[in-house]
């Protein structure tokens, strides 16, 4: 009899050799036993949902939505979604897939490119950095849940100042007097006349409600700006640091144990969404919320508006997380024949219907959040870090139980960064173990802590008194525009250079025939919609760019100067890899750029049972050095 399937820790008279390599890792039936393959399509697909659905699901697609016209707003999403995230998510799983490379060494397919792959990565990385600061701050709030009373429900005199406020104070209004004429007049006197304060006149003092108080006083201790750098915010750092070591337990195998870990990190955040969806359900309040959020109030007029449809677009942009060069890192792990295209359609749908859902639950809260203050959902309202960290805590903090409800709602925050945060750093290990494979099977734990434990440190920065507005910078410049430029370089590369149908006909060998109506609309979106539409994105960013703020305050100048020098950093690669491609070809200039614009030898399926007839002539990358990167292991090698 055969042994049951335990680990092998329970497994009785066999003894395992610990070891930091995962040479050890692959299973018998994966098709790439070098690479390795997911171990099942359910690990690849939640781990796509998982990068997809972040926390701008949740802090930022219900807020433009109730901005740009409630319900009408779906309309410019829905079809954005079609144009512009669909094609692209699309294209990039299938480019991943077929070559079974990363983000860097896939560009074998147009190598004049290259310089976009490491665009790509280097825009991830610094990315990364600020986004696990993100997670040490819900971790920081789901360690304050755990009170009998919310911190954060009342103004603690610890932290708190004389702005500090649970209610509205009112300082003075419109009354009418006993002959009749309307007069304006302090509210002290008005409440010892035992008068009534005429409705919308009232002038109201400069408070802030506690939340808003304990999260820059307390959770921060923001300082006066970014020339103020303060001292290290220990336990900030402290929840920086458990972050991190999370993101590495779940990565110290790749795919094989981050694979496993989204089983819970990619679904238990809907059970926590549909929990306070049906507890914000049955508040009062909670219906005017929603009809705020895609109600009667929907404004179809706004449709007319450049703006929305431009709103519209980049969220779809960013929620898909297309052009981050995570997508093709992921799907290099599939099987040849893996069917991408119904997994880019699952995914890019459940991502957008995630986003519409996690609005109710969200509206659903505010609304009686607004109830009970006495004002307009508009008033409370917020998005980005006010929403999640301000305004929703200071509507929890209004309910029975609410530690509780504060403990779910960080808890899914939590898992939502952790999901996308995974699948970022597995795209930094999938470019290292492509360029030094060698090197990362056989010390892919090491390798794998020691690049969080060197993000870690880059990190640290982030958790000063002036944390918040380094995150805040590096979101300014980094997760903005160059991706934009990237991903338009992409598909015109992809499509202009090495050819739409060329690029159709490789997908083909993995996913069978097709019929020509069935690439009629991906060809008109590949060729000329995306590409447009992303063009006019990227003019309108560049156009639209302002120097980086944090509420009403201004950076320095050396701050915006380093925000650029950041972006440059990571573009200045795709002219500089791009000449230094042509200088190393051969022939004259325009020959030299024509060799540039053609495929390498190794471009192709990696196995060669996948390669066919259309790449028989494949060099096999294994058996030919790959020169396209010089690595010290190459070097190393030769000296041997």
């Known amino acids: 009899m055969g042994w049951l399937n335990l680990p092998a820790c ?15 890792i692959a299973d018998k039936d994966e098709e790439n036993a070098e690479r390795g393959n997911w171990s099942s399509k359910t690990d690849y697909l939640l781990s796509m949902v998982g990068y997809a659905v972040g926390l701008g699901n949740v802090w930022r697609f219900p807020y433009l939505t109730y901005q740009n016209g409630g319900g009408a707003f779906l309309i ?23 070559a079974s490379l990363g983000p860097i060494s896939v560009w074998r397919i147009l190598p004049l490119l290259q310089g976009v792959g490491i665009t790509m990565v280097l825009i991830s990385t610094f990315v990364t950095i600020y986004y696990n600061v993100i997670i040490g701050y819900s971790l920081y709030y789901l360690f304050a849940s755990f009170r009998s009373e919310l911190p954060w429900a009342n103004c603690d005199p610890e932290w708190a100042d004389e702005f500090c406020s649970k209610t509205a104070i009112v300082l003075s209004c419109n009354v009418t ?16 006349q035992n008068l009534t304060c005429l409705n919308e006149t009232s002038m109201f003092a400069n408070t802030q ?9 307390k959770a921060l201790q923001r300082s006066s700006g970014l020339d103020e750098t303060g001292q290290i915010v220990w336990y900030l750092a402290l929840c920086l640091l458990l972050s991190w070591l999370i993101v590495g337990a779940a990565l110290f195998k790749g795919i094989k144990s981050s694979g496993k870990v989204v089983y819970f990190t990619a679904i238990f955040p809907y059970v926590i969404l549909i929990v306070l969806l049906v507890r914000g359900a049955t508040l009062e309040g909670a219906h005017e919320g929603i009809e705020y959020y895609i109600g009667r109030q929907s404004n179809f007029t706004k449709l007319m508006e450049a703006e929305v449809w431009k709103d519209a677009a980049t969220q779809i942009f960013f929620s898909l997380s297309v052009a981050w060069g995570g997508l093709v890192a992921l799907s290099s792990y599939n099987k040849f024949h893996n069917n991408c295209y119904s997994d880019a359609i699952f995914v890019c749908v459940t991502n957008c219907m995630t986003s519409v859902f996690a609005g109710f639950a969200i509206f659903s809260i505010l609304g009686h959040m607004a109830f009970k203050a006495g004002k307009k959902v508009s008033e409370v309202v917020d998005s980005g870090f006010d929403l999640a960290f301000v305004a929703y805590p200071e509507a929890l903090s209004k309910l029975p139980v609410a530690p509780l409800w504060s403990f779910l709602f960080f808890f899914m925050l939590l898992l939502l960064g952790l999901d996308s945060q995974f699948a ?7 470019t290292i173990h492509d360029l030094y494979p060698r090197l990362m099977n056989k010390m892919r734990i090491p390798m794998t802590m020691g690049l969080c434990l060197l993000l870690f ?19 300014h410049f980094c997760a903005g525009w160059g991706i934009l430029f990237a991903a338009v370089l992409e598909i015109v590369g992809i499509c202009w250079i090495y050819g ?19 690439w009629l609309w991906w060809r008109a979106c590949w060729f000329f919609i ?31 100067a380093i925000g650029w020098c950041m972006i440059i950093f990571c573009l200045i690669w795709i002219p500089i890899v791009a000449v230094y491609k042509i200088i190393k070809a051969k022939g004259n200039l325009w020959q030299r750029i024509i060799i540039c614009c053609k495929p390498t030898d190794t471009w192709g399926p990696a196995l060669a049972s996948h390669r066919g007839e259309r790449y028989s002539h494949m060099i096999d990358p294994v058996k030919e050095k790959d020169i396209e990167i010089p690595t010290v292991d190459a070097y190393i090698h030769k000296l041997e």
């Open 10 to 24: 329970l497994r009785c008279g066999q003894k395992e050799e610990f070891t930091l390599s995962t040479e050890k």
């Open 76 to 98: 410019p999403y829905t079809i954005m979604l079609a144009l512009a995230g669909l094609p692209l998510f699309f294209m990039e799983c299938s480019l991943g897939q077929f």
């Open 177 to 192: 007097g006993n002959d009749g004429t309307i007069i304006h007049a302090n509210y002290s006197w008005v409440q010892n």
């Open 209 to 217: 409600v506690p939340s808003e108080q304990y999260w820059n006083k």
């Open 424 to 430: 970022t750093v597995e795209t930094i290990t999938t």
């Open 457 to 475: 440190l880059l990190g640290l920065v982030c958790v000063t008194q002036a944390g918040i507005y380094w995150v805040n910078l590096v979101d």
């Open 500 to 518: 739409g149908n060329r690029f159709i006909q490789d997908i083909e060998m993995m996913i069978g025939k097709k019929s020509c109506w069935f």
């Open 530 to 560: 995306t590409p447009c539409l992303l063009l006019a994105i990227l003019v309108w960013s560049l156009v639209t760019f302002a120097p980086p703020t944090y509420g009403s305050i201004k950076y320095p100048d050396w701050g915006s």
